[in-house]
C-alpha cells in the first residue's frame, strides 16, 4: 500500500538558518513526489515535484528538496529560512506504475515556524 | 491567468440540509478532483473527474456526490449535512490526471 510519512508535526528554526522538513514515502512502483505549502485559512499551493532525472529539484520561494531513493525520502530544504514561510507543509506521492490509480496520497503536514 | 477558483468560500449550513460547492478549473485543464480538509488534518480525496467522468473516489459516503460539467467545472454537492462534514472543501485542476494539480484557495463549510 502507498503511504506517506511527515515524521514531525511541527518544526522550528530561526530566520536565516537552514530548514528541513522531513518527508518518507512507501510505494509499490516508482514515485511521483510533491510537496504542497498552505498558508493560514488558504488552500494548498504547489512547491516543486520529482518526477524523473536529477535527484535534486528546484521549486518556488527558494525552496528544493531532494529525492533519495535508498532512503525513500523526499526532504525539502531551503538554504534561510524567512519568517513568511511559516505554514504548513504537505507531502505526497503517487505511485507512477499505479496505472489508473492516479490518487495522491497525503502526508499529515508538518507546521513550520519560523522564529525572527 | 485565473487559478482554479471556487464558490462559495464560506457558507453555514444546518445539519441535514443539503449544499452545493461550484469550482472552475484552470483554463485548458480537464481534470478536477475534490478534496476534504478538516482543521489541523491533510487533504482527504473524495472524487477526480476528467472529461466528464469519475476517475476515483475516495472513502466518503453515498451523500457525497459530484459531477463535471462540459467545460470542465464541476460541482461538489453533499446531502443530509452532519455536523463532521464541517471542514475546508478543496477543488484542484490538471491538465491529465496524473499531472500536477493546483487548488483553488477553498469552500469553507460549517455544518450547526
Known amino acids: 500500500a502507498q503511504s506517506v510519512a511527515q515524521p514531525e508535526d511541527q518544526v522550528n528554526v530561526a530566520e536565516g538558518n537552514p530548514l528541513t522538513v522531513k518527508c518518507t514515502y512507501s510505494?509499490?512502483?516508482?514515485?511521483?513526489l510533491f510537496w504542497y505549502v498552505q498558508y493560514p485559512n488558504r488552500g494548498l499551493q504547489f512547491l516543486l515535484k520529482y518526477i524523473t532525472g536529477d535527484n535534486l529539484v528546484k521549486g518556488s520561494y527558494g525552496f528544493e528538496a531532494e529525492f533519495n531513493k535508498s532512503q525513500t525520502s523526499f526532504h525539502l530544504k531551503k538554504p534561510s529560512a524567512l519568517v513568511s514561510d511559516s505554514a504548513l507543509y504537505f507531502c505526497a506521492v503517487r505511485d507512477r506504475d499505479a496505472g489508473n490509480n492516479r490518487k495522491l496520497i497525503w502526508g499529515l503536514g508538518t507546521s513550520l515556524a519560523v522564529n525572527p | 491567468d485565473a487559478g482554479v477558483t471556487q464558490s462559495p468560500t464560506h457558507l453555514i449550513k444546518t445539519r441535514g440540509q443539503h449544499v452545493t460547492l461550484r469550482c472552475s478549473p484552470i483554463?485548458?485543464?480537464?481534470?478536477v478532483s475534490w478534496y476534504q480538509q478538516v482543521l489541523g488534518q491533510g487533504p482527504q480525496f473524495i472524487f477526480q473527474?476528467?472529461?466528464?467522468?469519475?476517475?476515483g473516489r475516495g472513502n466518503f459516503p453515498d451523500r457525497f456526490s459530484a459531477r463535471q460539467f462540459p467545460n470542465y467545472s464541476s460541482e461538489l454537492n453533499v446531502n443530509a449535512l452532519l455536523l463532521g462534514d464541517s471542514a475546508l472543501y478543496l477543488c484542484?485542476?490538471?491538465?491529465?490526471?496524473?499531472?500536477?494539480?493546483?487548488f483553488g484557495e477553498g469552500s469553507w463549510l460549517t455544518v450547526v
Open positions: 510505494v509499490s512502483g516508482n514515485p511521483y
Open positions: 483554463s485548458g485543464h480537464k481534470s
Open positions: 473527474y476528467y472529461e466528464k467522468e469519475e476517475r
Open positions: 484542484a485542476s490538471s491538465s491529465l490526471p496524473g499531472n500536477t494539480i493546483y
